[in-house]
């Protein structure tokens, strides 16, 4: 009979379980909650949601109900149970928190190959097969054991994530390409700022509303990476002397350096997504939509992925594990979940799947099946094995997605038809 250990009764441990039972596989499931609890958890339930008891929305139309679609097609266990303990939340699929956990853990206790222990696993001493899925509040002695098999640079305890944007929804007529004093290729666009400009934004990032913190996300301010409405806060020229720096960067209309500069970069191989360099932020997401309305050039551009910081345990997973997640330091050991760089509840049930599809791969001795570049679960694979340095997770969103031409106002819709399509014939040919 096959096993495989996996770690970690959260929402991506679950979904593994559950398909790997599914297809005749016994498994042992760690959960060390209650004995040992995270700072976020709050009950003993298996798949419990952390904070918002939203998965977010069912449309087709939005990326999070399109990656829904594609995992109903799979057979998502957890997405039908959540169903099951649904409240009434217009398009949004919203859950009755303490009924979905209860839900997956009689599913899980009901299991005949599923064997569950309620203790804290400290290190990566299991044999055979095994799935870390411990989420990004994995327990301090874990993470101290998965630093020592990855190495002290590969394992990051927070994200800073900047704002991105779709590449089609920016006006770069007032923008310039350059790279600072012109060294190398011009792969920066460039937003120069007038003194009035920067003020006004400056003055905005001061007095907008911030995200609500965790406790335990207290005081956690990291240098490299300030959120940008924090260095408002600390002088008016604080961000002028920091990412929004002109030094190096004359701008070709006036000959001149500009008072202030917004750099974009490029976020993504098809040149879909683009970054907002240095914009980590804390601000709210109707404060950052805000934000754009007084960046030149901006003023329309639409956001893929929100900026934010986290409290967050995730691996750099291009650099260390290979397609499937696998440590490329140990056969049979795969990662799943938060901790591989896939961001938010939905996400981590959607790796939950894909781990114990590529653990039967990696049994049967076969090639990873991964899911087709239109879809949200191939965008997400080929980020977590082509993720760029210094690697940031990602949720799902339509930049990670190839383009579609056509009228802008359509084109999701056509994205969302070319994935199921394109995934209903991978279907058929390959499973
Ligand atoms: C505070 C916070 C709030 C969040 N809010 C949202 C939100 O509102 N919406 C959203 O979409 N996403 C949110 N996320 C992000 C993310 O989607 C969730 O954290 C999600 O639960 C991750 O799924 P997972 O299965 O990877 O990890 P988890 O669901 O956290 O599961 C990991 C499990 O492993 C267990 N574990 C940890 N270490 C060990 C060990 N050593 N031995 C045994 N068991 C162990 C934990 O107790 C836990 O049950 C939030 C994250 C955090 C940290």
Redesign the pocket.
Known sequence: MRRVTV????????ETALQLSARGIEVEL????PE??????RSPN???????N???SENIQTASGLLKAELGLLGCFLLKMADGARVPAGHALAVDRDLFGSIVSSAIDGDPRITLAR????DLALPGCAVI???????E??SASIREHLGDEHLYFYDAISISLATESIDTGRMFRASRYGKGNADYWNIPLTRQQYTGLLEFLKSSAKAEK?GF?DGMCFDACLPVDVLAGRGDDTLRFGPLKPRGLDDPLTGREPYAVIQLRQENASGSMTGMVGFQTRMTYASQKQMLKLIPGLENAEIVRFGSI???TFIDSPRLLDEGQMSLRRKGLFF????TG????????A??LIAARNIVDFMDGGTYRIFPPETILGGLQRHLSGGASPFQPM?ANFGILPPVGGERALRKNRKAERSLDALKIFLDRRD
């Open positions: 770690v970690g009764g959260g929402l991506a441990g679950c760690i959960e060390m909650r040992k609890n995270t700072p976020a958890h298996l798949a419990e949601l952390v904070c918002s939203s998965l977010k203790r804290e696993q400290t899925a411990t989420g990004p509040l994995t327990s002695a874990l965790h996300e986290h409290r967050n799943a979940g938060q901790i896939v961001e938010g509840y939905v996400e981590s049930i790796h939950g949720n």
